[in-house]
T-cell receptor, first 115, second 115 residues
Framework: EAQVTQNPRYLITVTGKKLTVTCSQN?????MSWYRQDPGLGLRQIYY???????DKGDVPEGYKVSRKEKRNFPLILESPSPNQTSLYFC??????????????FGSGTRLTVV | AQKVTQAQTEISVVEKEDVTLDCVYE???????LFWYKQPPSGELVFLIR??????QNEISGRYSWNFQKSTSSFNFTITASQVVDSAVYFC????????????FGTGTSLTVIP
């Protein structure tokens, strides 16, 4: 089954404790992206990657890191999480730049709480 | 400025009523793509439709229909004979291939269908 797999689904952590949210897709997609969803703000892009070793900032990159060492994986790293990073996070992939073919395929989401 | 505006934050309708979700976008590009996504209470994001800027033909898929009007920069979504299962948050999105491969989401419209 074609899918984007994110882990974990739920995570509660403390301020300053480094964490990684994993994202993996099995569709051989070149384009991957991370979004956060907050009430009243919709989804905002954090980082995106057009291919292996190619990443770029989205609208809200501060406090996040990403890496794209393999085509299928695109982890999101919070080096020192803060409470304002409490949010619902989505990983997405697409077979073409910016999701222009049939849109993105999204992961199931990761609900992160930073206390 | 917001690239994608969904002015309706919340809508409630009684089952079997028709409902239209509005989406207004802003772009200077001649080539762009528009999308609608559905987010049911379970939280996942489900792709509904993609439209490119050169195709203004309206589309119907079962009870769903989309009205794309470049003259008013609108891409509205109508659900005919609404059902309880249509209750969800609906997001409109814009992609501008020429501008950093970003994908802009509206803030979403929460639709509640009352039985």
């Amino acid at each position: 089954e074609a899918q984007v797999t994110q882990n974990p689904r739920y995570l509660i952590t403390v301020t300053g404790k480094k964490l990684t949210v994993t994202c993996s897709q099995n569709m051989n997609h070149e384009y991957m992206s991370w979004y956060r969803q907050d009430p009243g703000l919709g989804l905002r892009q954090i980082y995106y990657s057009m291919n292996v070793e190619v990443t770029d900032k989205g609208d809200v990159p501060e406090g996040y890191k990403v890496s794209r060492k393999e085509k299928r994986n695109f982890p999101l790293i919070l080096e020192s999480p803060s409470p304002n990073q409490t949010s619902l996070y989505f990983c997405a992939s697409s077979g073409s730049t910016g999701g222009n073919d049939y849109g993105y395929t999204f992961g199931s989401g990761t609900r992160l709480t930073v206390v | 400025a917001q690239k994608v505006t969904q002015a309706q934050t919340e809508i409630s309708v009684v089952e079997k009523e028709d409902v239209t979700l509005d989406c207004v976008y802003e772009t200077r590009d001649t080539t762009y793509y528009l999308f609608w996504y559905k987010q049911p209470p379970s939280g996942e994001l489900v792709f509904l439709i993609r439209r490119n800027s050169f195709d203004e033909q309206n589309e119907i898929s079962g009870r769903y229909s989309w009205n794309f009007q470049k003259s008013t920069s609108s891409f509205n979504f109508t659900i005919t004979a609404s059902q309880v299962v249509d209750s969800a948050v609906y997001f409109c999105a814009l992609s501008e291939p020429s501008v950093g491969n970003q994908f802009y989401f509206g803030t979403g419209t929460s639709l509640t269908v009352i039985p």
